[in-house]
């Protein structure tokens, strides 16, 4: 599978009246072409920005950014535009045209690459019907909930047949459901059309729902990057850790008790775990919380539970998990 972007130790400094700041720190990745990739961190952990370099709207301080082996720093103004017209992007904020209709919107991609008007018309309907609004293509943007706003914007990305998606926090402004939709059509479009996708988002449940692979940034830094399946059940880095694990608002029952996490996949969420736990050894567990996620459309599980005070139980509990393909990681 060819590489669409390969980034190599990008660095990216902003200065400010004598002050510097740096928003990436020796970022490297690569981006596989037909994958869902999906870009996480906090707010300021440098995330977009990161996608900034990947057209070029941002300027690397060092390092390289390269696109199916062209180096985007090298390009000629010429050449960076023709590659520009290859990577669309949508956004939180839509950017609609409110004084032109939904089908004008649309067009107005394909008119910004000189595509001739007759047949500017018929692609638009054809990423409208895409995208399930052929029939609100004369409305306005002010008469669109934010759901049929976001999916113009989409149409209007995918008229210009472009190699790569990039999403800037495309469904931080709607609803759950909404967002589900939203997420829902991404996913149809990469499988249909095997177009690359870049999602960038500070939500875990996105991520989950449809992505391929992660990185996860923090600070600026690459704190991992794996397999959604992998990183959700086994996060290694602090940062990872944070955005995966469940906000509990329980904790141990006393000082002194011990708190783990049990996360299993759509094989084994049938298995009554807990009850075997306790037909099998008498031990019994305090189930803190606890919830499912569909992940690449297998169904993931996690429980926080609390152990009992002995130590052997403790340690008798945990290998039934593991025996049991469980992964287990105490929580803090």
């Known amino acids: ?56 709207l941002e300027e690397v301080t060092s390092g390289t950014v390269s696109f199916y082996g062209k180096d985007l720093a090298a390009l000629k103004p010429k050449e960076l535009r023709e590659v520009r017209h290859s990577i669309s992007m949508i956004f939180q904020g839509f950017n609609l045209l409110n004084q032109r209709t939904v089908i004008q919107n649309v067009e107005q991609s394909l008119k910004i690459i000189g595509t001739p008007r007759e ?30 706003k976001q999916r113009v914007a989409i149409a ?28 829902d ?26 992505c391929d692979r992660v990185a996860i940034i923090d600070d600026g830094n690459l704190a991992e990057i794996g397999d959604v ?47 075997n736990l306790v037909e099998k050894t008498g031990i019994k567990v305090n189930i803190l919380s606890a919830n499912t996620k569909s992940v690449g459309g297998i169904g993931y599980g996690q429980m926080i539970v609390e152990l009992p005070d002995s130590q052997k139980e403790r340690q008798t509990a945990i290998d039934f998990f593991k025996d049991g393909g469980l992964s287990v990681a105490e929580v803090s």
Do not use: W
Not at 119 to 127: C, G, L, S
Not at 192 to 207: F, G, N, Q, S, W
Not at 234 to 244: F, T
């Open 1 to 56: 599978m060819e590489n669409v972007y390969e980034l190599n130790n990008v660095y990216k400094t902003y200065k400010n009246d004598g002050k510097e700041f740096t928003a990436l720190k020796d970022v490297s990745l690569e981006v596989k072409e037909g994958e869902i990739f999906g870009i996480i961190g906090m707010s300021g952990a440098g995330k977009s920005t990161l996608v900034r370099t990947l057209n070029r």
């Open 229 to 275: 399946k992998e990183v959700f059940s086994n996060p290694k880095s602090k940062a990872a850790k944070k955005l995966v694990f469940p906000s509990n608002p329980f904790e141990a029952s006393h000082p002194d008790g011990k708190v783990i996490r049990l996360v299993f996949d759509g094989t084994q969420s049938s298995v009554p775990f807990i009850a």
């Open 156 to 183: 209007r990305a995918l008229a210009v047949d472009p190699k790569v998606l990039l999403c800037d926090e495309a469904t931080s402004a709607l609803d759950p459901k909404i967002t589900g939709e939203i997420l």
């Open 185 to 210: 059509l991404l996913k149809k479009i990469n499988e249909e059309r095997k177009l690359t996708i870049i999602i960038i988002t500070h939500e875990m449940a996105v991520v989950e729902k449809i």
């Open 119 to 148: 047949k500017r018309r018929k692609k638009a309907e054809q990423m409208l019907e895409i995208v399930g609004l052929l029939e609100k293509r004369n409305e306005y943007p002010a008469r669109l909930s934010g759901g049929q």
